[in-house]
């Protein structure tokens, strides 16, 4: 079944047993055998992320469940007692001890599953750089850079606070659900027995959180968020400017990313985001808000994000929904223009809950650039040496122009690269055009001429 958030709650489920049988296959494999099967995280596909996500979740929620069933335990422990006989005041006293001890149970949950999100953190963003690297021939290093660093730091250290803040909700709504069962069983005449198996499987699905989908929603957004950070870092380190929403067009997409899929957004803006974010993680949900669904005044489909307070902000309102369809965006109006988004917080993803969107680098970006003859002049007319070349040209080092603007016409999709080598021990600045083959040769032509 497909949700209104676009994700199908029996392929979730099918998804992480495959994954769980996959995962003890390997193993199995790899210590009996002896042979490595286990491949790397893949982040530069669909599929790569969704198993990224699925094995993540796994793992999560393996670290978790031995607290998560010794807190059930120790909830029904508490909670078998021959209700007809206890006052109003004492079923209060009980149900606060139950969340005393169950609140026990699961407090290593989020230290516990910190050490997954610090392995995690560090294999997320090696991937994404492997992806912008190869899949999108970014001229990066292989090593981590100093964001790069910071971001494994505040993925690792952000997520265990929400673990405990759920954990901390989970046993909130288990107390109001346990005084609903007693009072309702008692009103209806029921026994012991009968009330206390009523408890422990509100026990399970509540506390336990049997039949969520929570540690899969945690994963989704680890993995894309640390995706976004780290590609808005591979993305600087470039030399680019402009990154562009990519969605994943096919009939579990929302409607959220197919209105933002092939907008653009600004680089250094993105990542003035996640300085914010980084320095106040709780606010995280304010200053990159979820997309949400509903109806306006009028009647009229839209999506808006929770500003806090009551307050919201309509993002845009659908005409022709286009969510069950594929490669189809579908049709919407009165939407926030790129500005509005990304001051808003909605600039990299994820959007939502198990959001797969992604970006990809904007190489054809807009900025200023000079003409060939001034950006490289010709050598026998310069008096200075290389390194004074490249100190001079340092601006123009991997700058990515919409147009290069040469007296012949304008040619697309340009990019131009400097850099310092030493030749038979002597200094040369080499200089790289990168331009779509059918205008290599007008380049070509303009350089020689110095036009």
Known sequence: ????????????????????????????VERCLHVPVRKAMNLGSARGFDRAVGKLAALLRARASDADDAAVRAAVGVLDVDWAGTTASQRRTLIGRVLE???????????????VFGDAATEVVQATRDAARRGQGLAIAADFNALDKRIVRHLTSS?????????????????ERARQI??????????????????????????????????????????????????LSAYAEAGIDRYIIEAVLDERTT???????????????GLQTFERVEQNPDAVKELTPWVRDGVDAKGRQVMFVDRGGGRTRRVAVVDRPGFGTRDARGSYSAGLSTARLQEVGISFPPYHGLCRTTTVADVSARVV?????????????RRDGPAELLAASKRFASSSGEALPLDSGFIENFDVQFRLERIGGRDVTKVRFKVTDQHAERVRAATWLGK
């Open 159 to 175: 997520q265990a606070n929400f673990v405990r803040d759920e954990y901390g909700r989970r046993h909130d709504a288990f107390g």
């Open 182 to 231: 007693v009072a309702e069983g008692l009103e209806a005449g029921l026994g012991r027995e009968d009330i206390a198996r009523d408890l422990e499987r509100a026990a399970r699905d509540v506390i336990a959180g049997r039949g969520s989908f929570y540690w899969e929603v945690v994963a989704g957004s680890f993995v894309s968020r640390g995706r976004s950070f780290a590609q």
């Open 1 to 28: 079944m497909l949700t209104a958030n676009g994700w199908c709650t029996q392929c979730t489920s099918d998804l992480h047993l495959v994954l769980q049988a996959r995962e003890a296959a390997d193993e199995l």
């Open 369 to 381: 650039t000079p003409r060939v003859a001034e950006a490289v002049p010709e050598p026998r007319r």
């Open 255 to 269: 409607e959220i990313c197919r209105f933002l899929h092939g907008k653009t957004f600004s680089v250094s803006q």
């Open 101 to 115: 001890a169950a609140g026990r149970k699961t407090a290593a949950v989020p230290r516990a599953v910190q050490a």
